[in-house]
């Protein structure tokens, strides 16, 4: 199983980044993916999730309205939309995936840093 994030960097507020995750080693189309965050002395959280044909899709309330989370299964890829970025979305995002009796996988993480 591999997870390769990509797209983070430095924006100032107000502004948008688009982060991609490349997965491989599964059958992507069969499993939820999410992505997460971690920002320095905090502890990782959920920032969005699709399910497997995106039928269901969920945001931690923080994001609602600015996030969208995507999903390609042919190209076996999940895209985090980020539009109207805040200092506080600076973090490190970690792409995601849970195969049942496998456990959790996680990405490399790509830094996203919001700062004038």
């Known amino acids: 199983v591999q997870l390769v994030e990509s797209g983070g960097g430095l924006v100032q507020p107000g502004g948008s980044l688009r982060l991609s995750c490349a997965a491989s080693?599964?059958?992507?189309?069969?499993?939820?993916m999410s992505w997460y965050r971690q920002a320095p002395g905090k502890e990782r959280e959920l920032v969005a999730s699709?399910?497997?044909?995106?039928?269901?899709?969920n945001y931690t309330d923080s994001v609602k309205g600015r996030f969208t989370i995507s999903r390609d299964n042919v190209q076996n890829t999940v895209a985090l939309q980020m539009n109207s970025l805040k200092p506080e979305d600076t973090a490190v995002y970690y792409c995601?995936?849970?195969?049942?009796?496998?456990?959790?996988?996680w990405g490399q993480g790509t830094q996203v840093t919001v700062s004038s």
């Open positions: 995601n995936v849970n195969l049942l009796g496998r456990g959790p996988y």
């Open positions: 080693g599964f059958t992507f189309s069969s499993y939820t």
């Open positions: 699709i399910t497997r044909a995106g039928g269901r899709i």
